[in-house]
Each structure stands twice: as structure tokens, then as C-alpha cells.
């Protein structure tokens, strides 16, 4: 009998630790990309309602929104994050005097992904624009205020980082090892 509750406690503390550390997992990789859709989707119904039926929904269905949450914690946003999948959509948030407007697409026609980042100051005069662009041959360019800056090629294999400066002029080449880079070509 008690090799019987050995086996029941010993279990259940697996199953725990378990499920903590998929939870743990889930956070560290998952979220970075989510957008948590489907909690957003039913929130937004919810939200639709009169504050009567609202305030009743909130509290009568709290497990479904626990539910949803974990959905997309656990399933759908680290689906987005492995298979590289920006989630799509427009921020602002504020950091001291400075506006930052980000916004995440996908070009039209094409699964290549665009990331804009514009800086506006408190009188709303853009101080800078930031744009990471994914190119048809699977590079990575990085356009600081029209002007190329940075360009990532081999990404799958052994990336290769070209550095530009002011002039669009190609000044060294580094070939990212385990984020040490070592200099290929240096100052053309």
C-alpha cells in the first residue's frame, strides 16, 4: 500500500514540476512574439456587451479567460515564435519625452516580414526611423533614416553581418560565431 501512495505522490510531484517548467518554457520563448489573439478576440466580445452583462461575464467566465490565456500562451504564441512569424500590428508606447511607434507587417504578396520603429519627440517632430527589412534572397537589412546601416546574409548557416556607413558605403563584413564576431573583411 504505501509503494501505492509512493507512486501517487511521486507522479504528481512530476506532473507539477512538469507543467511548471512548460509554463516557464512557454514565458521565456512564447510570449516574446504573441499577440494572444484568441484572449484579445474573446475580451473583445466581452467588452462588446453592456456593463451589466459585462461586469456578469467577467466574473461568471474568468475560467475561460484563463483558459484562452493559456491557449495562447502555450500553443499559439510559441507556434508564432518558433516558425518566425511576426505578429502583426501596430504599437505606440511613451518613454519620457520620447514617442516610439512601432509597427510589424508582413510585405504584400509575400510572407517577407517589414518592422518599422519611428522615435517623435514631445513637440511630435521624428527624431529617427528604424526599419529591419526581410529580403526575397533571406537577407536582413537594417535602414536607419533611409539609409542602409546594416545587412545580415546566411542566416540559416553561418551568418555574414556587411556594415555600411553614412554614405551606403560597405566599411567591414563580420561573420557572427556564437555572437563573437570575427572580422572577415575590415575597413574596404
Known amino acids: 500500500m504505501q509503494r501505492f501512495y509512493t507512486q501517487v505522490w511521486t507522479r504528481s510531484i512530476f506532473l507539477s514540476l512538469s507543467l511548471l517548467a512548460c509554463s516557464i518554457m512557454a514565458m521565456t520563448s ?3 512574439s504573441g499577440g494572444f489573439k ?3 478576440q474573446y475580451a473583445s466580445w466581452v467588452n462588446s456587451q453592456n456593463i451589466i452583462l459585462r461586469i456578469v461575464l467577467y466574473i461568471l ?3 475561460v479567460f ?3 490565456m493559456l491557449i495562447d500562451l502555450v500553443i499559439f504564441n510559441t507556434m508564432d515564435f518558433w516558425e518566425g512569424r511576426v505578429s502583426a500590428g501596430s504599437y505606440n508606447f511613451k518613454e519620457g519625452d520620447k514617442t ?3 509597427e ?3 510585405m504584400p504578396g509575400t510572407k517577407l516580414r517589414h518592422s518599422t520603429i519611428q522615435v517623435e519627440d514631445k513637440n511630435h517632430i521624428r527624431l529617427q526611423e528604424v526599419v ?3 529580403t526575397p534572397s533571406g537577407e536582413i537589412e537594417l535602414i536607419v533614416d533611409g539609409k542602409i546601416r546594416s545587412r545580415v546574409r546566411n542566416i540559416s548557416s553561418l551568418p555574414i553581418a556587411s556594415v555600411f556607413n553614412d554614405h551606403g558605403l560597405l566599411i567591414e563584413e563580420k561573420v557572427l560565431l556564437f555572437t563573437t564576431p570575427s572580422t572577415v573583411l575590415a575597413h574596404r
Open 104 to 106: 510589424h507587417k508582413f
Open 132 to 134: 529591419l527589412n526581410e
Open 30 to 32: 512564447g510570449c516574446a
Open 100 to 102: 516610439y511607434f512601432v
Open 61 to 63: 467566465t474568468s475560467i
Open 38 to 40: 484568441l484572449t484579445r
Open 66 to 68: 484563463a483558459v484562452t
